[in-house]
């Protein structure tokens, strides 16, 4: 018979949806009509996530005039924007930690450039009046062992040392649980500016209409099959129709990009997600959450976790999967396995919400690649430019990302495109069966570094030395 905690784990999940939270609403807009025939324009747009959606806006922003079209093969919004867990972060680089190993030199300009994103996306929201639930809470990262408590104080003293600590808070285990209450919870780092909580979903249609607004022609349910050079421009095949654009930018992450010497760079990894259903004011009471900023715990197999507008818990992340192959299927996006473990987890941070109900468990493919944060550049002489391998911290970096593949499509020479991080490339992945077995090694060394103190073994400090540093 099953552990008691299992059966009380499995029956928490007994009506939850295998969808997305963010995508199951009434309010979800229909589509716009497919491609059909031929189209011309000065700029295509491959992808409705909110690469393509920011890239879209912006370039109608920077010049009205220009024709822009946008297609997806789906629905607006639908893949890793609509099931995502709504953080909303300033980092272009997956974090400070990862910045400053990777671009030290670099880390002030890119932390000033990440706050100036995460402004504009605010304005955005504000200036095109999208109802997301934005909000600016910070993030917490949360120590639940005694090395991660170490760890989190020596990552403040170097920030403060660069002088990029001034809207970070150290929290004590009495401070930390004053803001969330978990007997797991020994301290944290609070990040008081750098991240919002938002809907992810109502983000993407809310940029998709405000795309429209503007002049740009969205079709969805329009997959592009194939892209090649074509004069002085660029010709897009879809099932229905072509587009002939003087520029492309492409925006499909986790998808095959259509510039095949980039598919090496990227992997597709499931994350899984649990949303419960609204607390009751006596539950709101025994967790706290008075200023609802995000959580995440410092582990290398990681759980993140928020409380949504109407006063859920979203529970996600830890069991990160690779399939053999980097197969992505829509039977992939439900894992039973992973959202036991999940609720599982949930309970032992949450024992005072012992019978609360889940009432959504999905889950989906996110793009990773080597250095875990984004990479750019173009390709068919220039006319084609492309930002791919987030990471899972697109929400925000995105439209950093959109603003990149502006520049180097208009052959602008900006602080952007004038950065190490925007002009260098990760690592790519090496061909099967190496890439599943470095990956299943690294993801078991970092389950037994979390075990072990935190003590990494030969295999990740191996990693970290080629600039393959695995830690999330």
């Known amino acids: 018979m099953a552990p008691v905690a299992m059966r009380s784990a499995a029956r928490s999940l007994s009506g939850a949806k295998p969808l997305s939270f963010w995508l199951d609403d009434p309010a979800r807009p229909a589509p716009e009509p497919s491609l059909t025939g031929d189209e011309r324009c000065d700029l295509l747009v491959v992808g409705g996530g909110y690469s393509g959606l920011w890239t879209a806006l912006i370039a109608k922003e920077r010049d009205p005039q220009r024709d822009v079209v946008l297609i997806e093969a789906n629905e607006v ?74 760890e989190l104080h020596e990552m403040y003293e170097e920030a403060d040392g660069l002088g990029l600590a001034e809207h970070m808070e150290l929290l004590d285990a009495d401070a930390m649980r004053a803001e969330v209450d978990s007997p797991t919870f020994l301290g944290g780092l609070w990040d008081k ?48 129709g072509r587009i002939f654009a003087r520029r492309a930018a492409l925006g499909t992450n986790v998808f095959p990009s259509l510039v095949k010497r980039l598919r090496h760079f990227t992997v597709p990894v499931y994350d899984y997600a649990l949303m419960t259903e609204p607390l009751t004011e006596e539950q709101l009471a ?23 507008e109407d006063n859920r818990i979203l529970w996600g992340g830890y069991d990160a999967v ?14 039973p396995e992973t959202f036991l473990k999940l609720a599982e987890h949930f309970f032992t941070c949450f024992p005072q919400l012992e ?30 430019a492309y930002a791919a391998g987030y990471t899972g911290l ?76 695995f830690d999330s």
């Open 322 to 335: 690779y399939h053999f192959g980097g197969r992505l299927s829509g039977e992939l996006d439900s894992r």
């Open 77 to 150: 919004g639908w893949a890793a924007s609509g099931r995502n867990g709504g953080f909303c972060a300033a980092s272009l680089t997956h974090g400070l930690g990862n910045g400053i190993a990777r671009w030290p030199e670099e880390i002030k300009k890119l932390e000033e450039l990440g706050e100036k994103n995460l402004d504009a996306i605010e304005e955005a929201v504000r200036k095109y009046g999208i109802d997301c639930a934005f909000e600016r809470t910070g993030e917490i990262d949360v120590a639940t062992e005694p090395h991660q408590l170490q």
């Open 193 to 240: 500016r750098g991240v919002a909580m938002l809907n992810p979903a109502k983000l993407a249609w809310g940029l998709k209409r405000a795309c429209l607004d503007l002049g740009v022609r969205v079709y969805e349910n329009t997959k592009a099959t194939q892209l090649a050079s074509d004069g002085n421009g660029t010709a897009v095949r879809t099932p229905y």
């Open 286 to 308: 025994a967790v706290g959450w008075r200023n609802r900023a995000g959580l995440g715990d410092s582990a290398n197999q990681f759980h993140y976790f928020r409380i949504s």
């Open 355 to 384: 019978g609360l109900r889940f009432t959504h468990a999905w889950g989906g493919a996110i793009d990773t690649c080597t250095r875990f944060s984004a990479f750019f550049g173009t390709a068919h002489a220039g006319k084609v």
């Open 394 to 469: 697109g929400v925000g970096a995105t439209r950093f990302g959109a603003e990149v593949m502006l520049d180097l499509l208009d052959g602008r020479k900006t602080e952007r495109t004038e950065l190490e991080m925007v002009r260098s490339k990760p690592l790519p992945f090496p061909p099967e069966p190496i890439a599943w077995a470095g990956i299943e090694i690294t993801k078991r060394s970092m389950a037994r570094s979390d075990d072990n103190g935190g003590r990494r073994n030969l295999w990740l400090k191996a990693m970290d030395k080629v600039g393959l540093g």
